[in-house]
């Protein structure tokens, strides 16, 4: 079976009806009514509840009782400039869910061979997340985000918590002897798109959201490899300390 | 035109004839006859030469002098088992490829769902690999093994360089921790297919090449994600201390 079935928000003795999506994964593994499923609200509550039957295409479940609560160690956001290719974008949607980041925020730049991201492409990476999650077996979801406007980006990337780290080829501090010096448990990493961002978005970033210039690696990793380059080295650094 | 292009050997003072795909780019790039152009070994050696011009589809070069000459300043090897998904096991070589690995062994075990790996596939993975080295400017190559006997496996493990590091949900150790105790600039690490490694293989690799279980990561890792997410920290370790 299934890890878990999403359904939010989840209350207990409530009977619900799963999606279309997720009522199939009972049908194909043939679980019977009357059995035990496993629920997540995608915001780290598991409850445990009772396959009632199918209706319509639709599995009918009652929601018994909370088995769990998975709470947030560190907070990791990876904010990622639109990308030309849609799969490589696919690609850091799934991968960053499984490492475990908190956010993926998606914005456009100046050098954003693709400026905007249409609603289907947001539902698509919603079970892009939802898939990973339950391979990984995380109950709490990455919230992601899409700012369209520069502006945007920069309010919601200086407003939030969490020590800003942009990766420029031109910085002079390695992220492994940076990280070793902090004590926060919470950061937003900036990763631009193909042709890198300008001088000015790089100044605007530094200035507004206290930047720290961060050389990730000392070869020149593709947009999306940094991404989940610097993201799994900021989650093992989380992690371990 | 592209950061280098791929001939071996490179002597000074020969004239060589490019692959029909090297050549291509010469054409596609409109690079007049008498233009310098760059090119590697893939063994780290740079040489300067001059096109001379096509002659059916291949172009000719005078390789003039070198140039440049990287050295690694670290080994790491990954070995991944054989996957059951071609496009994730493409994705390894690339990603692995960028981040700068020196060695990139599939190995077939127990679990693997897939245990063979047809020479059309290797040849696939050596332009994937040189697309990933021109790109992120990389003149040496990764080593691109397949051992398809789990004998032929433990034997290069143990006879190769290298702290051997065994990503093992079980294990106690974190990655970051461990690596800040170690002084070495050679690592191995062992990836197990999508259902892992068998205990009795796990066992094996602990005993024979004297592997350290390392717990890569709180959350379920796929075993390709596993693979960069390894490599990633190990890197940034090695390019950084």
Known sequence: MSRFLFYSPLVTNEVILL??????HLLVERIKPGSSVFLSDGKGNLFRGIYEGEKRGRAQIRVEEKVGEEKRSFDLVVWQAVLKSPSRMDWVVEKLTEIGVSQIGFFSSHRSLKSTIPPEKM?????????????SGRTIF???IFLEQWEDFIFSLS??????ILADPEGNEALWSFLQERKERS???????????????????LKKAQGKRIKLSKKILRSETAS???ASVVTSFLEDT
Chains 1, 2 share one sequence.
């Open 228 to 230: 989940l380059f610097s």
């Open 142 to 144: 990455p919230d992601l």
């Open 123 to 135: 539902e698509r990476w919603e079970k892009i997340v939802l898939s990973a999650c339950k391979q």
């Open 19 to 24: 999606s279309p999506e997720e009522s199939h």
């Open 187 to 205: 950061f937003q990493i900036v990763i631009g798109p193909e042709g890198d961002l300008t001088r000015e978005e790089r100044e605007e970033i």
């Open 159 to 164: 407003n939030s918590p969490g020590t800003v």
